[in-house]
């Protein structure tokens, strides 16, 4: 079982930045994927990046390339995102899968535990 708390999202002007944390607790493995999915009023679900907690390589859509980051310091997962714009307005939610072997990186319906969510809000 794991747990994942997000936390750090709230209101910014275009162009802002904004640092989410997804904080991980019980049964994290070396093959655990940790992700970061999005989902605005009337649309679809999302991917924005992932992590893999061994390792550290990390996979992110285009539309976030070259504004958003992700890394991982200890159990936490952190999504930095600048520059940001208004259509990056969303619930954002942190996702884990524990054991993935695969070359690839997982979709959303592999990932098996969710976070709760957190607002963030671009104005313009």
């Known amino acids: 079982q794991v747990q994942l708390v997000e936390s750090g999202g709230g209101l910014v002007q275009a162009g802002g930045s904004l640092r989410l944390s997804c904080a991980a607790s019980?049964?994290?493995?070396?093959?655990?994927?940790v992700g970061w999915f999005r989902q605005a009023p009337g649309k679809d679900r999302e991917f924005v990046a992932s992590?893999?907690?061994?390792?550290?390589t990390t996979f992110s859509a285009d539309s976030v390339k070259g504004r958003f980051t992700i890394s991982k310091v200890s159990n936490t997962v952190v999504l930095q995102m600048n520059s940001l714009k208004p259509e990056d307005t969303a619930i954002y939610y942190c996702?884990?899968?524990?054991?993935?072997?695969?070359?690839?990186?997982?979709?959303?319906?592999?990932?098996?535990?969710w976070g709760q969510g957190t607002q963030v809000t671009v104005s313009s």
């Open positions: 019980g049964r994290t493995f070396p093959t655990s994927v």
């Open positions: 996702a884990a899968v524990s054991f993935w072997y695969d070359t690839t990186w997982p979709s959303a319906p592999e990932y098996r535990y």
């Open positions: 992590i893999r907690w061994s390792g550290g």
